[in-house]
């Protein structure tokens, strides 16, 4: 499918759903486009509702998530649903056809049956977390709905032996985008791009190129690193240009498109829609 975009919504606090999705609205009218969305503001918001502690597990080489036992994981498919109809919802509202894929899953995956995690200072191997790692994208339900003119609106989970997983979000828009052949992925936050240095520098890094993601990775930090690893593997995958940007400004899609943000790029990429 031509110039297809997939964009990220983040799921964290500040980002701007309803200008996000009048954004991908008027978009939608004029290229194909998938809708990936995160929950961690729910989450966090259902679990102080439910008295459920929120932990998160590090790992020796710094990536950060959540820990999800079982009862967390029930919770999760709860907000991830609840977070894709509100999604689907605003964009209905601009004049879109947005289709949950909230049900009818799309991507599979593989538990994680003994994780590696920094606790108290020491690395131990935690057995009871319901993360995994994504196996397989099914292309033919994603395309099925951008082929009449909708846009698929995916959760982050992943369905395997062990149930439904509580996967990246960023690395299930990298796969989705991989799996497609698209054009540009944007992954929409509330940061406005990738710093070399967080704590000094005045703006984040504008481009980085196909042979800087090495040094990407070095610069990021906590949830960041997943966002540049997905980056990473959107780029191997052969997505031409991957984009992280600020999602709590209006047009956020349209201004990640036009330069804004860190643009991450192919070896035959530029800056640019």
Known sequence: ????????????????????CRDLAEIANTRPVIVVHGVSAKMNQMCQDLDIPVRTLTSPTGHSSRYTDERTRDVFVMAS??????????????????????????VHGTRKKAIRAVVDGRVRIVRDDYTGSISSVNSETLL????????PV????????????????????????TELNADTLIILSNVD?????????????????????????????????????????????????????????????????????????????????
Not at 2 to 14: A, D, P, R, S, T
Not at 144 to 151: A, F, H, P, T
Not at 196 to 219: G, I, K, L, Q, Y
């Open 1 to 20: 499918m031509q110039n297809l975009l997939i964009v990220k919504l983040g799921g964290g606090e500040g980002l701007d759903m309803p200008r996000a």
């Open 154 to 177: 995916v959760p982050p989970m992943a369905l395997s032996d062990d149930g439904l997983l509580n996967v990246d979000g960023d690395r299930v828009a990298g796969a989705i985008a």
């Open 81 to 106: 649903r609840a977070v894709n109809d509100d999604i689907c919802t605003w964009l209905a509202s601009y004049g879109a056809s947005p289709i949950s894929v909230a049900d009818e899953i799309a």
């Open 193 to 273: 791009g990738l710093y070399r240095d967080f704590e000094t520098d005045d703006a984040p890094v504008s481009v980085v190129a196909h042979n800087e993601s090495d040094n990407a990775m070095n610069w990021a930090e906590g949830r960041m690193k997943r966002k540049v690893l997905g980056a990473r593997e959107a780029l191997d995958g052969g997505v031409q240009r991957v984009i992280i940007s600020d999602g709590r400004i209006s047009d956020p899609v349209t201004e990640a498109l036009n330069g804004a943000g860190t643009h991450f790029l192919s070896i035959n990429a530029t800056v640019g829609a």
């Open 144 to 151: 099925d709905i951008l082929e009449v003119g909708n846009i």
